[in-house]
């Protein structure tokens, strides 16, 4: 939702009454708020992962080894370099969190592999033995429930 905010504002920061509300500092708070959420994704992730691992749970097991083989561990790959390792590196950038439209481009990508994740975890335990198949429907389904969504605004 913050990065879907910083290029929504990225955007309408020319226009009344943003125009002169959004001043540099307003878009460097955003984005230190930005990577600031960006390690605490990684935090709680890693946290559920540790104490699962450690304590050797059975019972939720099968559901890291369903997203870690069958080709869904590229796309876990992909997760925690996108969705963490490169924001985290960009956003220690004092003049990267200054500049909207740049801060606005991390975000927007941010936002697209949360998409990616999002699928991650839901998409592994809908298919067939857990393989990586993409579907029609995994893409128009989220894409009509928000033009949905937008359509009542």
Not at 99 to 111: I, Q
Not at 127 to 146: E, F, I, K, N
Request: charge should be neutral; glycine fraction near 8%.
């Amino acid at each position: 939702a913050m990065a879907l905010v910083i290029v929504l504002l990225a955007r309408l920061r020319g226009e009344e009454p943003f125009a002169e509300a959004v001043r540099p500092q307003v878009v460097h708070d955003l984005g230190k708020l930005m990577l600031a959420f960006v390690m605490l994704w990684a935090y709680v992730n890693f946290s559920q992962f540790l104490i699962i691992w450690s304590g050797n749970l059975p019972e939720e097991a099968p559901w890291y080894i369903l997203r870690l083989h069958g080709g869904w561990q590229g796309i876990a790959l992909l997760v925690l370099l996108f969705h963490f390792v490169l924001p985290f590196l960009l956003l220690l950038s004092r003049d990267l969190k200054r500049s909207a439209p740049t801060l606005a481009r991390v975000a927007g990508a941010l936002f697209l592999v949360r998409l990616v994740d999002l699928y991650w975890l839901v998409a592994p335990d809908l298919h067939h033995h857990g393989a990586l198949r993409v579907s029609w429907t995994d893409v128009t389904a989220p894409v009509g429930v928000g033009g949905i969504w937008l359509f009542w605004l």
